[in-house]
């Protein structure tokens, strides 16, 4: 229903910060989410944005991550600060769509130590 494209992603120190994008097809009126999933894990949902504003994020990322928008740009981003390791994942965005859940290809972040 929704194309969504990210781009962003790459090898970062620890401490250090990215900012991924998600490029959508359309005007962003879905529930928007960032997920990740590292090697040999599943996925995880890091970050959400509602229509109306609202934000959750995973305990992991909290107080660290950000998820914005800008409708002008049709556009979802995920401000990462202070990276750890443990952030190191494969990070996809969805758009809540019907019938199906929309997904992006994913963009690739490394935290090196």
């Known amino acids: 229903q929704v194309q969504l494209v990210e781009s962003g992603g790459g090898l970062v120190q620890a401490g250090g910060s990215l900012r991924l994008s998600c490029a959508a097809s359309g005007r962003i009126n879905y529930l928007m989410g960032w997920y990740r999933q590292a090697l040999g894990k599943q996925r995880e949902l890091v970050a959400r944005l509602a229509t109306g504003g609202s934000t959750s994020y995973a305990d992991s990322v909290k107080d660290r991550f950000t998820i914005s928008r800008d409708n002008a740009k049709n556009t979802v981003y995920l401000q990462m600060n202070s990276l750890k390791p443990e952030d190191t994942a494969l990070y996809y965005c969805?758009?809540?769509?019907?019938?199906?859940?929309?997904w992006g290809q994913g963009t690739q972040v490394t935290v090196s130590s």
């Open positions: 969805s758009a809540f769509t019907l019938p199906r859940q929309s």
